[in-house]
């Protein structure tokens, strides 16, 4: 009840916001339960698995573990939600024939019981450590069980769930099991209070989660271009990014600038930047879903987030492809995959503005040095395999053993 006061005030401040920065989405007001028959009928067409992932990255995590779902549990529908705007964009385009996708539920307790019941699921998966305490309540209630999958505790969560550890233990052992990315990840998460025996290390997901679909929505590259990708990028790194790219060109015109921000609302305001400093030859990408395909064209890739905001993005994609990449300081959220890259000799992180120039000056200049750190990367890649086929081993021991389906798992 306290939680559901709190969560009201929440909402009172952030929906006008949603409203002002349009980041409501069609099919909206199903976050509220409010469902129209059609939709109903389609989510009790079948028994249910039910997976949430949060936004952009959460998608791309399930976009491959949704297969092998469907291939173990041949008789169940998977129902995949997911909360921000653009991540609900991506997983309609990438999901559509192999899941139905809808909007999550507003973390109130009628509301998430109302989802509950509707979509009575057999069990329910949430990615890197959603913790929503009304949805496990009533997911607890109905005797659902409930599995994380790449679990994931950031030292800015860690700081934040510490303060509030004394609520959290009921909560947290209401979870069946805990598939966690690390070692650290896994002990930060039983001392919140997780049971040991609930916990397990089963690696990134990610790591099995490479490219497929590689049409890029750009023309293809000139007989004589080289591509450098910027990806993911936020305030502050684009212009860092130009500075650099003003002096590339002029030591070696093949080179040409994407940049992929990592929010398209932002892509006028670059597209702006661009143009004010003069450049003809900069693309700046204004839709979703398309990165992966444009580091397959990259001869050399800046993953962003890393320079001035911090906190990082997902490195394993162009590292896949055996692309050379650079990333800043700030990669917190993925420390123990930049630490794997960093101990095979498959990335370059450099310190600051300076050293970023330096680096891709130097990785401009030495087509040698970039196929090195290509080759490498495909190798962490290699070694860190099979997070997939771990967490779906564990997760079959809480699924009721009528809906396993393939004996495999």
């Known amino acids: 009840m306290v939680y559901d006061l709190v969560f009201l005030l929440y909402a009172l401040v952030y929906l006008p916001y949603l409203l002002l920065t349009k980041r409501g989405y069609k099919g909206y007001c199903m976050r509220f339960g409010l469902f129209s028959p059609a939709v109903k009928g389609q989510i009790k067409a079948k028994d249910n ?19 092998q779902l469907r291939k173990n549990y041949p008789a169940c529908q998977i129902i995949a939600t997911v909360t921000t705007k653009t991540g609900y964009e991506l997983a309609r385009e990438r999901l559509k024939d192999r899941a139905l996708v809808i909007p999550s539920p507003i973390d109130f307790s009628f509301v998430a019981g109302a989802f509950v019941s509707l979509i009575a699921p057999k069990m329910y998966i949430v990615v890197e450590t959603e913790i929503w305490p009304n949805l496990y309540r009533q997911l607890y209630l109905k005797k ?29 052992n209401q979870v069946s099991v805990w598939c966690m990315q690390s070692q650290k990840d896994a002990d930060r998460i039983m001392e919140l209070g997780a ?55 002029k030591d070696d015109p093949r080179w040409r600038l994407v940049i992929v921000p990592r929010h398209v609302d932002r892509s006028a305001q670059i597209k702006e930047l661009v143009t004010r400093r003069g450049f003809k030859d900069v693309i700046v990408i204004d839709t979703i879903g398309q990165l992966r395909s444009l580091y397959s064209k990259a001869s050399l890739v800046f993953v962003g987030k890393s320079l001035c905001v911090g906190g990082g993005h997902n490195i394993i994609e162009p590292a896949s492809l055996g692309k050379a ?15 794997c890259f960093k101990e095979g000799k498959a990335i370059v992180q450099v310190e600051d503005a300076h050293g970023f ?46 809906f396993r389906g393939n004996d495999n798992v």
């Open 357 to 402: 120039e330096a680096a891709v000056r130097d990785l401009c200049a030495d087509a040698a040095k970039r196929e090195a750190l290509g080759v490498a990367a495909r190798k962490v890649i290699a070694a860190n395999q099979g997070a997939t086929k771990r967490s779906l081993e564990h997760l079959a021991t809480c699924m009721d053993s009528r």
């Open 195 to 249: 049971e040991a025996s609930r916990v397990v290390v089963t690696g990134n997901v990610k790591f099995d989660d490479l490219p497929k679909d590689l049409d890029s929505p750009v023309s293809s590259l000139g007989k004589d271009e080289v591509w450098w990708v910027a990806g993911s990028t936020h305030p502050g790194e684009e212009e860092i990014v130009l500075d650099v790219y003003d002096k590339i060109i």
């Open 49 to 67: 698995i039910w997976i949430h992932a949060v936004s952009v990255g959460e998608v791309m995590v399930i976009d491959g573990f949704i297969d």
């Open 144 to 172: 659902v069980s409930l599995g994380v999958i790449n679990g994931r505790i950031s030292d800015a969560s860690f700081g934040r769930y510490k303060a509030i550890r004394f609520l959290l233990k009921g909560i947290l």
């Open 325 to 339: 990449v650079i990333i800043g300081p700030k990669v917190e959220n993925f420390r123990d995959i930049v630490a």
